[in-house]
């Protein structure tokens, strides 16, 4: 058995860092010896900013989005256009498509995809609350960004289902080839799809 | 041990942060599960998508082990059934019933019907057809068939109209008239060597019937729920039906 080198509460951060995605118990290791070594540049801020996000962070009751505030930031920014609501799997899509800024909307955030798998239904997800949103006589449009795996698509075919008859229309985004993306290089799904999805030039 | 063929992937569960252990459906090993390390990388990521067809090699150091999974694209089905409501619930069903059989216990018809299927799911009437027959072939199976080839109260083998919840046996009209609201309805498609090109209701009743059966017999004693996009797909025939009764009344 190897021999400890550092004492338990080192070692408890360490066993908490490796559980953080992309962290592996060596690279954790070598995390917590850098907040060690770094005490006041680094450690210090960290303890205080995580503790202000663990008392503060609220996940927002229009959107699902998680922030400091509720209503979150993205919902009370009058800059964007309220008649337009991009529906994300998850906090993470909605921050990439943030990133992105390819759209100036407002967002709704599912919390996952009907799984039949890890039995994930309906109720499950914050479907209800998006249909509540859609009813808005100033919501016109419904972008389902959902991934496109099966289960993410028979999402966004149970979601059409109910936002059926509220008079929006549903869009989704389309499939096909990357930018950047050889298609010597693609798989044969991509390639049918960007095909099947061709628009005139 | 090792072997390799070409298989129908049925399921996906994520293991770890990089892997995944995959559900497929073989011709000779039945429903079979392995280890696929890297799944989640954008190279495989396409390639994994429950519909698809893969070359695989199973490899592992005895024969009660997980095992590893080499895979191939075979068949990129899986973007073509995403494009429509009947391509994603006819997959989900179809996968959803493959995974209720035993583990490694070969059915070389379901896997041969369960690839037909996939190939043939165009528009929603006929794809919920296609699957009432794939839940038919199913049933039998599994053990639970349905006997339709003559009636269990008289013996004819023309006119059966009905199935007894009971017998599970084919009830013909005359017989089974009195006893309609009692029985269930048997769609003229449904029967052996069946061509007549079903209605909405026919489906509809047809999804019934075989909804009763697998609920009764495999879903119900598990404690579990048939697949959702089973009811889905039910409640939008349902939907058809009722749209087209509308327009003729």
Redesign the interface.
Request: charged fraction near 25%; proline fraction near 5%; charge should be negative.
């Given at each position: 058995m190897a021999r400890r080198v550092t004492g338990p509460e080192i070692e408890r951060l360490i066993q908490l860092l490796a559980r953080l995605p992309g962290l592996g118990p060596r690279s954790a290791r070598r995390a917590a010896l850098q907040l060690v070594k770094k005490r006041d540049q680094l450690l210090a801020p960290l303890t205080d900013a995580m503790r202000t996000v663990h008392d503060r962070v609220r996940v927002c009751s229009a959107c699902g989005n998680v922030d400091t505030a509720d209503p979150c930031t993205v919902c009370t920014d009058p800059t964007r256009d309220g008649s337009v609501i991009v529906v994300v799997e998850d906090v993470a899509d909605l921050w990439a498509l943030e990133r992105a800024g390819a759209v100036n909307a407002r967002y709704h955030v599912l919390g996952g995809v009907l799984s039949p798998l890890s039995g994930i239904g309906p109720d499950d997800l914050d479907i209800t609350g998006l249909v509540e949103r859609a009813s808005d006589p100033a919501v016109k449009e419904i972008i389902l960004a959902v991934n496109a795996t099966v289960d993410g698509q028979t999402t966004a075919h149970y979601v059409t289902d109910r936002l059926e008859g509220l008079g929006v229309k549903v869009t989704r985004l389309a499939h096909g080839v990357p930018v950047g993306g050889e298609l010597d290089y693609l798989d044969e799904g991509t390639l049918t799809a960007a095909i099947r999805s061709r628009t005139p030039f | 041990m090792e072997w390799v063929s070409e298989v129908l992937l049925i399921?996906?569960?994520p293991h770890g942060?990089t892997s995944a252990v995959i559900e497929v459906m073989t011709p000779d090993y039945g429903r079979h599960l392995g280890l696929v390390k890297g799944a989640r990388s954008r190279r495989l990521q396409?390639?994994l998508?429950?519909?698809?067809s893969l070359l695989v090699t199973w490899r592992a150091r005895l024969e009660t082990h997980l095992g590893l999974f080499s895979v191939e694209?075979a068949?990129?089905?899986?973007?073509?059934?995403?494009?429509s409501?009947s391509g994603?619930?006819g997959?989900?069903i179809v996968a959803?019933h493959l995974?209720l059989l035993a583990e490694r216990e070969a059915h070389p018809g379901l896997y041969r019907a369960a690839i037909a299927l996939l190939d043939h799911l165009d528009g929603l009437l006929q794809s919920a057809a296609l699957i009432a027959r794939f839940e038919l072939m199913l049933l039998d199976e599994l053990g639970f068939g349905l006997d339709l080839t003559s009636c269990a109260a008289t013996g004819r083998t023309d006119d059966l109209r009905f199935v007894s919840p009971k017998s599970a046996r084919a009830v013909c009209g005359e017989a089974g008239a009195p006893y309609a609201d009692r029985l269930l309805g048997l769609p003229a498609f449904l029967l052996p060597g069946g061509e007549e090109t079903p209605d909405a209701a026919d489906v509809v009743a047809a999804l019934k019937l075989t909804g009763f059966f697998l609920d009764r017999h495999v879903a119900g004693p598990r404690a579990i729920d048939l697949?959702?996009?089973r009811s889905?797909m039910l409640?939008?025939l349902e939907a058809e039906h009722r749209q087209v009764s509308s327009n003729f009344t």
């Amino acid at each position: 058995m190897a021999r400890r080198v550092t004492g338990p509460e080192i070692e408890r951060l360490i066993q908490l860092l490796a559980r953080l995605p992309g962290l592996g118990p060596r690279s954790a290791r070598r995390a917590a010896l850098q907040l060690v070594k770094k005490r006041d540049q680094l450690l210090a801020p960290l303890t205080d900013a995580m503790r202000t996000v663990h008392d503060r962070v609220r996940v927002c009751s229009a959107c699902g989005n998680v922030d400091t505030a509720d209503p979150c930031t993205v919902c009370t920014d009058p800059t964007r256009d309220g008649s337009v609501i991009v529906v994300v799997e998850d906090v993470a899509d909605l921050w990439a498509l943030e990133r992105a800024g390819a759209v100036n909307a407002r967002y709704h955030v599912l919390g996952g995809v009907l799984s039949p798998l890890s039995g994930i239904g309906p109720d499950d997800l914050d479907i209800t609350g998006l249909v509540e949103r859609a009813s808005d006589p100033a919501v016109k449009e419904i972008i389902l960004a959902v991934n496109a795996t099966v289960d993410g698509q028979t999402t966004a075919h149970y979601v059409t289902d109910r936002l059926e008859g509220l008079g929006v229309k549903v869009t989704r985004l389309a499939h096909g080839v990357p930018v950047g993306g050889e298609l010597d290089y693609l798989d044969e799904g991509t390639l049918t799809a960007a095909i099947r999805s061709r628009t005139p030039f | 041990m090792e072997w390799v063929s070409e298989v129908l992937l049925i399921g996906l569960r994520p293991h770890g942060e990089t892997s995944a252990v995959i559900e497929v459906m073989t011709p000779d090993y039945g429903r079979h599960l392995g280890l696929v390390k890297g799944a989640r990388s954008r190279r495989l990521q396409p390639v994994l998508q429950t519909g698809n067809s893969l070359l695989v090699t199973w490899r592992a150091r005895l024969e009660t082990h997980l095992g590893l999974f080499s895979v191939e694209l075979a068949e990129a089905r899986a973007a073509r059934l995403m494009e429509s409501a009947s391509g994603v619930f006819g997959v989900q069903i179809v996968a959803g019933h493959l995974r209720l059989l035993a583990e490694r216990e070969a059915h070389p018809g379901l896997y041969r019907a369960a690839i037909a299927l996939l190939d043939h799911l165009d528009g929603l009437l006929q794809s919920a057809a296609l699957i009432a027959r794939f839940e038919l072939m199913l049933l039998d199976e599994l053990g639970f068939g349905l006997d339709l080839t003559s009636c269990a109260a008289t013996g004819r083998t023309d006119d059966l109209r009905f199935v007894s919840p009971k017998s599970a046996r084919a009830v013909c009209g005359e017989a089974g008239a009195p006893y309609a609201d009692r029985l269930l309805g048997l769609p003229a498609f449904l029967l052996p060597g069946g061509e007549e090109t079903p209605d909405a209701a026919d489906v509809v009743a047809a999804l019934k019937l075989t909804g009763f059966f697998l609920d009764r017999h495999v879903a119900g004693p598990r404690a579990i729920d048939l697949p959702p996009a089973r009811s889905q797909m039910l409640g939008k025939l349902e939907a058809e039906h009722r749209q087209v009764s509308s327009n003729f009344t």
